[in-house]
């Protein structure tokens, strides 16, 4: 008889987030992986345009590609499924030695179902829109028909079995269903399908997780009824099309919020609602248990709302992951508050070469020097990328990005030492000692750059790398304290630390100055 050899791949292990002791990490190839990302602009998805794509991957020195998939490209006629481009997107981000987010543009795409087929957003009839409060017809699909999630789904589920099928070695990391779901300018659906399920009871899972009493939406939840209806009512949508993917591939999967203010109450008729906004986290975590995380689009410039935003969504229930975060320079030092706060990836928005801006949300033109605002921080901590994933994982890290101003802070290290980090310091002296008060200021301090990375590495020992920031380690009682040994060194391929020297004298003087350097330090701190 003919026996037919089954082509067998050598299967590598999953990508999996994991969660311990209320910390989180992505595994791939069974190890903590920290996704130093990008994400494309909206069109980039066709053959033609990723010869713009891939060189902006490099220039950026980024590991991983967040890339649309559109369903009116994989089903552009209903039940006949296209996968060239996806197959051709495997191929090439293999040969660049990059991991790939796959975006499901389907059902929502902000609002809108502008990637669903023709034959979706065509038929009102079959794929009904929603109704808002003031009974216009919005042009956004509802989430309380079957015949929607159902389509929505089967394409998903085909979408999981040709990335099952056509990526053994795992390029493919992570996959966000839809994309900044929720409706503009509506809280909700008020069609009369919708308001039926709204004036009926509040599902038992939903009541329990939120601690309350059964009852109607309106008994249970009062004013915010018809927001937590609507989350619930998204969330439960898109859990049923992420629970039939994972069921083919159990690939870890995000939805990605498009946020609220962080600070005040904001009418939902003006953001996203529906949305996992802050204010709607725990009923989305109830909505959607196989959503992995919920995960904050950032384009807000200043510090302070957005370590806000990065408190509101890193919790011990919620890995912190920012799938986008606006392409201006001034956005880039947040990576180190997103590993500060124990982050899993981290990537600019529309940073490639399709010729597309989105300011004022991010950057006026995209160029390779805009490019490079982001690179000057990959290419620093891509050779550690590694191991700062392991030690986010399993010990203590800190980070922080400069404030505007160039606002000093100090770090408490868990007790015993603690870090000052300023910025505009020249390397000899102080801007704070009134004796070196004649030094010119540091210049292009414009828009805050800077950033600094602590992690522990035992009791008194810490690594630490940054960019542009000077650290002045000290003990926090009033121990007589000394820095005992600086050591700087490097991460090999391998991601073995290599010593190159210690540094004494102008070195450490006056603090630890970070400069534009790749320089990773390993620092041992005493007292005597
Ligand atoms: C983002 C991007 C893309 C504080 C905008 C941001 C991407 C989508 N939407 O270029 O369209 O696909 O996820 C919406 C930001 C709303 C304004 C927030 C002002």
């Given at each position: 008889s003919l026996t037919v050899a089954t082509p067998t791949f050598a299967q590598g292990q999953l990508p999996k987030l994991v969660t311990k002791d209320g910390k989180h990490a992505l595994l791939v190839d069974g190890k903590p992986f920290l996704m130093l990302g990008v994400q494309a602009n909206n069109?980039?998805?066709?053959a033609s345009q990723m010869p713009k794509v891939w060189p902006a991957v490099k220039a950026l020195h980024a590991n991983t590609l967040e890339i649309p998939i559109a369903w009116e490209q994989i089903?552009?006629?209903?039940g006949k499924f296209d996968f060239s481009y996806l197959d051709l997107l495997l191929k090439q981000a293999r040969e660049n030695d990059t991991k790939l987010v796959i975006l499901w543009?389907?059902?929502?795409?902000n609002n809108g179902p502008?990637?669903?087929p023709e034959w979706v957003k065509l038929d009102n009839k079959r794929f009904p829109r929603l109704v808002n409060g003031k009974g216009e017809v919005k042009n956004s699909l509802s989430p309380h028909f079957r015949a929607t999630l159902e389509a929505d789904k089967k394409a998903f589920v085909e979408l999981m079995r040709f990335i099952k099928a056509n990526d053994p070695d795992h390029t493919v990391i992570m996959v966000q269903p839809e994309n900044e779901v929720g409706a503009y300018s509506a809280i909700r659906d008020f069609s009369p399908t919708a308001q039926k399920i709204f004036d009926g009871q509040v599902p038992k899972e939903l009541v329990k997780a939120m601690n309350k009493k059964p009852g109607t939406w309106k008994e249970v939840f009062g004013k915010d009824a018809d927001e937590f209806f609507y989350a619930w009512s998204i969330g439960r949508y898109v859990d049923e099309i992420a629970a039939a993917g994972k069921q083919v591939l159990p690939l870890p999967m995000y939805v990605n919020a498009a946020l609220r203010d962080p600070f005040n109450d904001q009418d939902p008729f003006t953001y996203?609602?529906?949305?996992?906004t802050w204010n709607v986290l725990d009923v989305w975590k109830a909505a959607a248990p196989s959503i992995d995380a919920l995960a904050p689009d950032i384009y807000m410039r200043e510090s302070e709302k957005v370590r806000k935003t990065l408190e509101q969504y890193g919790r011990p229930d919620n890995a912190l992951f920012v799938p986008e975060i606006g392409?201006?320079?001034?956005?880039?030092?947040y990576i180190y508050d997103v590993l500060g706060h124990q982050g899993i990836g981290f990537a600019p928005f529309g940073?490639?070469?399709?010729?597309?801006s989105n300011y004022p949300?991010?950057?006026?033109t995209v160029d390779a020097k805009t490019l490079e605002n982001f690179a000057v921080h990959y290419r620093l901590l891509s050779p550690m990328a590694r191991e700062w994933a392991r030690l986010s994982y399993e010990g203590k890290v800190w980070g922080v990005g400069e404030q505007e101003g160039g606002k000093p802070e100090t770090i408490d290290l868990g007790g015993r030492w603690n870090v000052r980090v300023t910025y505009g310091?020249?390397?000899?002296?102080?801007?704070?000692a009134p004796w070196m008060a004649k030094a010119e200021k540091q210049p292009d301090r414009e828009i805050p750059d800077a950033g600094a990375l602590i992690a522990q590495l035992s009791p008194d020992e810490f690594l630490i790398t940054g960019y542009r920031a000077r650290l002045t380690f000290g003990a926090a009682k009033n121990e007589r304290f000394m820095v005992s040994r600086v050591e700087e060194g490097h991460f090999d391929e391998a991601g073995r630390w290599v010593f190159d020297r210690l540094w004494n004298g102008d070195q450490v003087d006056y603090g630890l100055n970070l400069t534009t350097l790749p320089q990773i330090l390993k620092v041992k701190l005493a007292t005597y």
């Open positions: 069109a980039a998805n066709y089903e552009p006629v209903e543009f389907a059902t929502w795409k502008q990637y669903a996203s609602s529906g949305g996992p392409s201006d320079k001034a956005y880039a030092r940073l490639d070469f399709t010729g597309y949300l991010g950057a006026k310091e020249w390397q000899f002296g102080s801007i704070e």
